[in-house]
């Protein structure tokens, strides 16, 4: 998680406040939206490891709204650090127990939280943080070096 989060803030840095209401897409969410989801998107780690649930029906889900970068990066930080701190305080046992997702009576799907972790959380970062890289290219604003090197930074 700590390369993941390190990388994936030097991402979130670069999204300017200005852009913000800014979508390549009228299906596309916004800069904003995008860079918001994932920073909350760490925080799930805590909701993931302490509840055996999430039921789409009967949560009550407001999206975080920064209205500035500095604000969206202590948001992101924030959620890193009750990730991190919850991960330290779980038991090898409660990592292997299951989670299920679901919406009333549907479910999604259940799994260990040690792989909800992995896919649902993790995973779904990297997938959105490679977007949020997308909608810098198309802003002509430069791309970090995630796994290796950008167009624009030859180095890592």
Not at 115 to 143: C, E, K, W
Request: charged share 25%; aromatic share 10%; hydrophobic share 35%.
């Amino acid at each position: 998680m700590d390369n993941e989060a390190k990388v994936t803030r030097t991402v979130l840095e670069r999204v300017p406040a200005d852009k913000f209401d800014w979508k390549p897409h009228e299906k596309s969410m916004t800069f904003s939206r995008l860079a918001s989801h994932i920073a909350e998107m760490f925080g799930w780690t805590e909701a993931t490891l302490k509840q055996d649930t999430l039921d789409f029906a009967t949560m009550d889900y407001k999206p975080y709204e920064p209205q500035t970068t500095e604000e969206l990066l202590q948001f992101f930080d924030e959620k890193i650090a009750s990730a991190k701190k919850t991960i330290s305080e779980t038991s090898d046992e409660t990592f292997m127990t299951n989670w299920t997702m679901r919406n009333g009576d549907t479910v999604y799907f259940t799994m260990p939280k040690v792989a909800t972790l992995r896919t649902f959380v993790m995973n779904h970062i990297i997938h959105h943080r490679g977007q949020l890289s997308v909608y810098l290219r198309l802003n002509d604003i430069p791309v970090p070096s995630i796994y290796g090197p950008s167009a624009d930074e030859g180095q890592m």
